[in-house]
């Protein structure tokens, strides 16, 4: 079998894959210069994305980090390489309905149709928790910075920071999954309890999250934004044994 054999591409990216190792064999992050499965994610689900292409080799490789769970990994790999299961994509070959479930949820009439840029930025139950997030942390509340990931000079900075991101997403799609909508208060302690998981198994994760919030309180503290400082404080991972 070759990497780029579409039947066998097509094969995997409509199952579950579980295994790290499998998943790593089969799909690499692009090249710099080949940004192939980007620039259609881009054009099929028309996004406003001017691809950054640092920030998007970051996002793609996230879900191969040693400290993070399997589930969460899974789904990182799932949506980064487009093949998450939206109800608009699954309506195509079972008898699930277009609707955003979210929707369905919170009594919207008529529902729109769950598409991949509603899913996790455009609905109205999703947008306020993307908005204060990115609020606190000073980032563009946009396509580009949600789907094609956030840029920063350190590394581990930017792991943090797309990370979160992705626990973002993750915590959407949980709340899909459960028919509950979601809230920013509830979205921002499942980041702390994740990073807080994270921190324990990993050094480098633990000091870069120190210094990001650190960063992001010092700003927001001389922006006197109240906003902000309470998002930051609810995501603050809680460092002491006893927490």
Not at 144 to 170: P, Q
Not at 173 to 196: D, G, Y
């Amino acid at each position: 079998f070759v990497k780029t054999d579409s039947n066998l591409t097509t094969l995997l990216s409509n199952r579950k894959i579980k295994s790290k190792t499998l998943r790593d064999a089969i799909y690499k992050p692009p090249p710099l210069e080949q940004i192939t499965q980007i620039n259609f994610y881009i054009e099929r689900f028309a996004l406003d994305v001017s691809p950054n292409i640092p920030a998007i080799k970051c996002m793609q490789s996230l879900w191969n980090l040693p400290f993070i769970d399997y589930d969460f990994s899974d789904f990182l790999f799932r949506v980064t390489r487009n093949i998450y299961e939206t109800c608009d994509r699954l309506s195509h070959f079972t008898e699930t309905p277009r609707e955003c479930p979210l929707c369905v949820t919170g009594g919207i009439s008529p529902p729109p149709s769950d598409y991949i840029g509603h899913c996790f930025f455009d609905c109205q139950f999703v947008y306020p928790l993307v908005w204060d997030y990115c609020m606190a942390y000073n980032l563009p509340c946009t396509h580009a910075c949600i789907f094609g990931g956030a840029n920063a000079k350190n590394v581990w900075l930017r792991n943090v920071v797309n990370l979160d991101l992705g626990l973002i997403k993750f915590y959407i799609h949980n709340c899909r999954h459960s028919n509950k909508l979601p809230t920013s208060v509830r979205c921002a302690q499942f980041i702390a309890n994740s990073r807080f998981a994270w921190t324990r198994v990993s050094k480098k994760y633990l000091r870069a999250v120190s210094k990001f919030q650190e960063i992001n309180l010092d700003r927001a503290t001389a922006e006197n934004n109240q906003a902000a400082l309470s998002y930051i404080n609810r995501c603050a991972p809680i460092f002491d044994d006893n927490g």
